[in-house]
T-cell receptor, first 111, second 113 residues
């Protein structure tokens, strides 16, 4: 089966940088995705890593180490609107594209 | 393209009733997923379609749940004989083949009384 671990809550100051970690255990790994979800809203896709290394998209970056079964999401120049839950999600390999989500990290950005 | 849409947005039903939800994916996406999400948890995978073929169904899904995607476009999720434990947000997502991420609809919030 699959299991993912993320911190449940993180608090950071507006303008700062925050890193949200994700470790996973899986029988078959294809890639790691990150999603943002505001209270009452739907998840929004942020980034995807299939290979080791850093992917940068604006203020958000995501990193993957397949050998360590570990990834992180880096948010820079934090804004109040970044307060939300962030989920890592593992895509299984093989013909199917099943995605398993972690339990999420609730980020609170404070002034 | 208006994104993924779901209907209804909210559904309140009595225990034992059947409910059906609809999802319209992004038109060029051939992959469609259904998830269930409860408060404080991540989305839980229910089932997956590639075009009209249902390729995987969660082992956690009881026989009361069924999903269809008859023409490879919109999909329906039916829950028969609803139970209070079925109360949750039901999310639909779509993606194109080879894409890294999925695009989610706004969800249908089900409340079973």
């Amino acid at each position: 089966g699959q299991s993912l671990e993320q911190p449940s809550e993180v608090t950071a100051v507006e303008g700062a940088i925050v890193q949200i970690n994700c470790t996973y255990q899986t029988s078959g790994f294809y890639g790691l995705s990150w999603y943002q979800q505001h209270d009452g809203g739907a998840p929004t896709f942020l980034s995807y890593n299939a290979l080791d290394g850093l992917e940068e998209t604006g203020r958000f970056s995501s990193f993957l180490s397949r050998s360590d079964s570990y990834g992180y999401l880096l948010l820079q120049e934090l804004q109040m609107k970044d307060s939300a839950s962030y989920f890592c999600a593992v895509r299984e390999n093989g013909g199917y594209q099943k995605v398993t989500f972690g339990t999420g990290t609730k980020l609170q950005v404070i002034p | 393209d208006t994104g993924v849409s779901q209907d209804p947005r909210h559904k309140i039903t009595k225990r034992g009733q059947n409910v059906t939800f609809r999802c319209d994916p992004i038109s060029e996406h051939n992959r469609l997923y259904w998830y269930r999400q409860t408060l404080g948890q991540g989305p839980e995978f229910l089932t997956y379609f590639q075009n009209e073929a249902q390729l995987e169904k969660s082992r956690l899904l009881s026989d009361r749940f069924s999903a269809e995607r008859p023409k490879g476009s919109f999909s329906t999720l039916e829950i028969q004989r609803t139970e209070q434990g079925d109360s949750a947000m039901y999310l639909c997502a779509s993606s194109s083949e080879g894409a890294g991420g999925q695009f989610f609809g706004p969800g249908t919030r089900l409340t079973v009384l």
